[in-house]
């Protein structure tokens, strides 16, 4: 028998595939064996910051299980799951039907089916810039070019539309929206949702809403692009992970407007839900609960998150040299400290980490420039952890900015 005795080798195209936000953890763990405690403000997790679902959804979950739910579900998701999702999304102003829903193993696989469905090699999707690291990890898996439009911090982070304009090809097939976003905080306005419709109208793309964090918003529910107009080629996406606390549940939803014209994707869409199966059964149990039940948790998490994104500004914003556009949702914030020439902001954020034990994500895992000085705060702790991070950051910035 023949010894091979050589190292297996992995794929090309996982040398195209990064994701910044968990793989700074490697960094922060050898960080951890030193002997340093770390502060993790690097990963959008609730649960790790003392949030936990409402009880009925885990009532939910619990119920499903004993009552013996335990196998393969429909792979398009549970009826009772995909009609709260329709009747939810056309409460909010859409147009879908509970055949045109798919339950996924939360927004992560949607995103991963939608654009499996609609990207061939080489086609073109335009993506936030910054960017939230999944979309271009996995356009680079299907061999698809990603084509960032710039959002702006001088406009509240609103996507610049004159860049956007500027980047379609006869390429390009997909539009991507996160709003509200990640990792600005950002929320549109109603104008900004339209012109992006239109845009895509123009040159026939599909419209890809990630609507992830439409409850989260401070000033109450965002409304959906797909609303805006209901015959617009929208697909949204959402999950019970951030506004309904359950990101471990890996519980989501993808909905495909009304239009005909999403047709042949819809089709495509359900084979390749039928390949993986389903998505956590039980888990399922709960959307119906959260989207018709009670929803008064959203009142207190969206009241802590305005507080904790209202000191986070304050107190970024006194350091000199550092700047903070006021996040309007979620438990993002993306500053930016004014770096030396020559630094790069992957430096900045490993000497704060090495230094301090406070870890965030630079905004070059984001696609931001290097230089630019960006980087990505999570501000779900509480706000008195949350003011002693922020004292211990503004002491090394000052003096990281002194000594450089
Ligand atoms: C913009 C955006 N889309 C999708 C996801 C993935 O969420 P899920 O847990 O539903 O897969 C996240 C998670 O942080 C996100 O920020």
Not at 106 to 125: F, K, N, R, Y
Not at 236 to 262: E, N
């Amino acid at each position: 028998m023949p010894m091979h005795t050589s190292a297996l080798s992995a794929a090309a195209r996982t040398e195209r595939f990064s994701y910044a936000i968990r793989n700074i953890v490697a960094e922060a763990q050898q960080v951890e064996l030193a002997g340093r405690k770390v502060r993790y403000l690097n990963i959008g997790d609730p649960v790790a910051f003392g949030f936990q679902p409402p009880p009925h959804l885990i009532d939910a979950v619990e119920r499903a299980m004993r009552a013996g739910m335990n196998g393969y579900v429909p792979s398009q998701g549970i009826l009772e799951g995909r009609v709260a999702v329709s009747d939810d999304y056309r409460a909010r102003g859409g147009r879908t039907s509970p055949e045109r829903v798919l339950l996924t193993t939360g927004t992560s696989e949607a995103i991963d089916l939608v654009l499996s469905a609609a990207v061939d090699e080489d086609d073109e999707v335009l993506v936030p810039l910054p960017s939230y690291p999944l979309y271009t990890a996995v356009i680079a898996k299907l061999g698809g070019r990603p084509l960032c439009y710039r959002t702006d911090p001088e406009d509240n982070w609103f996507p610049d539309l004159d860049h956007l304009r500027s980047l379609v090809t006869p390429r390009t097939r997909v539009l991507v929206v996160i709003n509200p976003n990640n990792p600005t905080g950002a929320v549109y306005p109603e104008r900004t949702g339209r012109a992006l419709l239109d845009l895509a109208e123009q040159h026939g793309l599909l419209v890809l809403a990630d609507d992830v964090y439409a409850d989260t918003a401070y000033e109450g529910t965002v409304p959906l692009l797909g609303a805006l107009d209901p015959d617009a080629p929208v697909i949204s996406m959402s999950s019970l992970s951030k506004a309904y606390l359950a990101p471990g549940w890996r519980t989501g939803w993808l909905v495909v407007g009304g239009t005909p014209r999403l047709d042949p994707l819809l089709t495509a869409l359900r084979k390749m839900a039928d390949g993986r199966l389903c998505s956590p059964g039980p888990m399922q149990y709960a959307v119906r609960e959260a989207l018709e039940g009670d929803r008064s948790h959203l009142v207190a998490f969206r009241t802590a998150l305005a507080e904790r994104a209202r000191i986070t500004t304050e107190r970024l914003s006194a350091i000199p040299g550092v700047r903070c556009v006021m996040p309007r949702a979620a438990f993002y914030a993306m500053p930016s400290v004014s770096l030396p020439p020559g630094r790069r902001d992957e430096e900045f954020v490993l000497a704060l980490l090495r230094e301090t034990g406070i870890l965030v994500v630079h905004g070059s895992g984001f696609g931001m420039p290097a230089h630019a000085g960006f980087f990505r705060v999570v501000f779900l702790a509480d706000p008195a952890t949350l003011s002693s991070v922020y004292d211990d950051f503004a002491s090394f910035t000052t003096a990281y900015l002194q000594r450089s």
